[in-house]
T-cell receptor, first 113, second 111 residues
Framework: EAQVTQNPRYLITVTGKKLTVTCSQN?????MSWYRQDPGLGLRQIYY???????DKGDVPEGYKVSRKEKRNFPLILESPSPNQTSLYFC????????????FGQGTRLTVV | QQQVKQSPQSLIVQKGGISIINCAYE??????FPWYQQFPGKGPALLIA?????SEKKEGRFTISFNKSAKQFSLHIMDSQPGDSATYFC??????????FGKGTRLHILP
């Protein structure tokens, strides 16, 4: 079954404690991206990756890092989380940036206290 | 600044009616316009998309109308059904592969 898997689904952490949200896809997609969703603001792109070792900033990259060492994985790293990063995060993959056959993960609800 | 303005924020439509959601953009760097549907507790799902060289695209009950000169595009849902109740997002994809979303429209179809 084609899917994008994010872990964890829910996370509560404290300010400053480094965390990683993993994302994995099984469709051999080249394009992967991370979004955050906040009430009243909709979805905003954090980072995206066109292929292995190729990443670029989206609309709101501050405070986040990503890596793409393998095609299937695209982890999101918060080196020093702050309360304003409390949000619902989605990972997505697609054949290309045009979101051909785009798949989203189920989301990770992060709370930073 | 790259922006996609979406309206209305929320919409209530009777079953069988036409739901219309509008989006407008300012930046000409966009060259692809997808629409997403999101149900509560789920990730968004790609619904339908259009390129600016096409004025209309139809897939089943869903139609995108695109007006390049006005920099506007809209989603029409014909014969709206209660199962269409969801949040809808329009988006623009730039030439350098960034995606900018509208803020979403919460659609409720009355049974």
């Amino acid at each position: 079954e084609a899917q994008v898997t994010q872990n964890p689904r829910y996370l509560i952490t404290v300010t400053g404690k480094k965390l990683t949200v993993t994302c994995s896809q099984n469709m051999n997609h080249e394009y992967m991206s991370w979004y955050r969703q906040d009430p009243g603001l909709g979805l905003r792109q954090i980072y995206y990756s066109m292929n292995v070792e190729v990443t670029d900033k989206g609309d709101v990259p501050e405070g986040y890092k990503v890596s793409r060492k393998e095609k299937r994985n695209f982890p999101l790293i918060l080196e020093s989380p702050s309360p304003n990063q409390t949000s619902l995060y989605f990972c997505a993959s697609s054949l290309d940036s045009m979101n051909t056959e785009a798949f989203f993960g189920q989301g990770t609800r992060l709370t930073v206290v | 600044q790259q922006q996609v303005k979406q309206s209305p924020q929320s919409l209530i439509v009777q079953k069988g009616g036409i739901s219309i959601i509008n989006c407008a953009y300012e930046n000409t760097a966009f060259d692809y316009f997808p629409w997403y549907q999101q149900f509560p507790g789920k990730g968004p799902a790609l619904l339908i998309a259009i390129r600016p060289d096409v004025s209309e695209k139809k897939e089943g009950r869903f139609t995108i109308s695109f007006n390049k000169s006005a920099k506007q595009f809209s989603l029409h849902i014909m014969d709206s059904q209660p199962g269409d109740s969801a949040t809808y997002f329009c988006a623009g994809v730039t030439w350098d592969d960034k995606i900018i979303f509208g803020k979403g429209t919460r659609l409720h179809i009355l049974p």
